[in-house]
């Protein structure tokens, strides 16, 4: 299925083939949340790298998140949180560990996405107090990464788009 998507700006669009269109994951870790602007960020939707098309490339900016961890270090996470330099729009992740994939940010899409049939909740543990996550039939809950993958999640329910 091919993806389009842009900034709030229109400074830049861009498109991708995917075969994960469904936004079923939203995650509560303090990047999502303070880079997206929001209680959690839809970060799930999953893009062949190799299809991406980006116009302009002049406003795109890079985040890499500085991580830290158990021990009180601080490392710089290698994945990179690209964005639009005039409004800020969060567009899409992008990480040398899986160079063939991109992960376009479901708020900076376009195109109309299908509706999952669940939600799953990741990175509870990183869940400020005032974030109420939804409860109930339809929704699922990881304190952390789920091991299904967001592959697994889509053929699993016969949602894979080829």
Known sequence: MELSGSCHCKAITFTLESHTPY??????????????GGNGGAVNIMGEKGTLKVNGGESLSVYQARI????????????????????????????????????????????????PPERVHIMLSYAPAWVIVPEGPGHVHFKEYPEESIEGWHKTRGLWQD
């Open 23 to 36: 936004p079923f994951m939203i995650c509560y870790c303090s990047i999502c949340r303070k880079t997206q």
């Open 68 to 115: 830290e961890m158990p021990d009180g270090r601080v490392e710089q996470s290698p994945g990179q949180r690209h964005f639009c330099s005039g409004c800020g729009s969060a567009l899409w992740m992008w990480d040398p560990r899986w160079p063939e994939l991109v992960h376009p940010f479901a708020s900076a899409i376009d195109t109309p996405l299908p509706i």
